[in-house]
């Protein structure tokens, strides 16, 4: 299934696969989003791979920010580890 996923310009040497997304996730000060970033920034990766064309007709959050109107709401009372 990656195979129809993924379309691969070269054959990674390494074992582990790091997929990343821009612009997409309400993410914490750019965890999700700047981490592939900083991986190639420390490590030297280079990208081997594009998502296949139509892919993002799967993703269910086009647009940034649209998944929080997805998101359930909760309310907590503790606000730290310290505040028992």
Known sequence: MAEELLNFDSKPMAKILIAGWRRQWSDGGE?????????????GAKKSAKWARGIQAMLPFPSTGTHDTYRPGSLTTKVSPSNP
């Open 31 to 43: 965890i999700s989003g700047g981490l592939p970033r900083y991986l190639i920034s420390k490590l």
